[in-house]
């Protein structure tokens, strides 16, 4: 697979770890069929009860890689893999925690939708550009975002692009808690051991309770999915990549 996604065990808990701090952990092709494989373990082991993600000091994630990312999403499957993962983090049958420092982008945004608790440190800024890149939301974010903080701050943060800091997504309950970027990663396992230490099958039951129709999560991530490929192929978003890329050099 890949060294810049590793995968750990400790007891019942998997950690999978986003490992590119030269590129602020912005995803390859590569790092998504590596988080797709794990999660796919993980779902299959009855050894395995929570799942967390951590990303590295300063950086949860950049977003996706955008040589990587358009090489792929024009490419004779158009993003497959991409997809994919995220029906996977949709569908997951276990508790989903994560641990975010810092750079929170896109998907390092996206992500944390679906998990059950998510810790993050002062510092973390979330942010989801997609609009300002001729793109549109994805990973359901335009069903969960607005459910969860309401139709403007989701607009805030989806359409306009707005950062929310750690304690704007506290208060508007995107997060669980804000804690020291020294103690995030203890924080965030403890709470995992704690987690999986309970009758799990009480647990399943309870989350999926909480979750919902997961059916109306998976559609519209594919209905994201058809504008977001869409879009790929505009000249609003050939633009603004074109400027991106040139910003980078």
Same mark, same amino acid.
Request: hydrophobic letters at 50%.
């Given at each position: 697979?890949?060294d810049? =996604?590793?995968v ?21 092709r590569?790092?998504?069929l590596?988080?797709l &494989? ?10 395995i ?11 949860f ?32 049958g ?11 982008v ?5 992500l944390?939708?679906h ?22 939301p994805? &990973?359901?974010?335009?069903? =969960? ?6 139709r403007?701050d ?21 997060i669980?808690? =804000?804690?020291?970027?020294d103690?995030?990663e ?15 099958? &009480? ?15 998976? &559609?519209?991530?594919d209905?994201?999915?058809r ?5 790929l192929?505009?000249?609003?978003a050939r633009?603004?990549?074109?400027a ?6």
């Amino acid at each position: 697979m890949t060294d810049q =996604i590793i995968v750990e065990r400790r007891g019942a808990v998997q950690i999978i770890r986003m490992n590119r701090p030269d590129k602020k952990n912005a995803l390859t092709r590569a790092m998504y069929l590596a988080m797709l &494989a794990a999660l796919t373990e993980a779902d299959a082991d009855p050894a395995i009860r929570v799942s967390v993600f951590l990303g590295v000091p300063g950086a949860f994630s950049a977003g996706n890689d955008m040589a990587d990312f358009l090489a792929m999403a024009t490419g004779g499957d158009g993003g497959r893999d991409v997809w994919d993962f995220l029906h996977v983090l949709a569908k997951f049958g276990k508790p989903l925690l994560s641990g975010v420092d810092g750079i929170a982008v896109g998907i390092g945004t996206t992500l944390n939708l679906h998990c059950d608790l998510t810790f993050a440190t002062p510092r973390t800024v979330f942010r989801t550009p997609f609009v300002d890149l001729g793109l549109v939301p994805e &990973a359901a974010s335009s069903l =969960i975002v607005p459910r969860i903080v309401g139709r403007q701050d989701a607009f805030a943060l989806l359409a306009l692009g707005e950062g929310f800091s750690a304690e704007r997504a506290k208060a508007a309950g995107l997060i669980y808690e =804000i804690v020291a970027e020294d103690a995030l990663e203890a924080t965030v396992l403890a709470k995992a051991e704690e987690i999986a230490a309970k009758p799990p099958q &009480a647990l399943r039951i309870a989350r999926d309770l909480l979750l919902g129709r997961r059916d109306e999560v998976v &559609a519209r991530i594919d209905e994201e999915g058809r504008h977001f490929a869409e879009r790929l192929k505009s000249d609003e978003a050939r633009a603004a990549f074109v400027a991106f890329m040139n910003r980078k050099k």
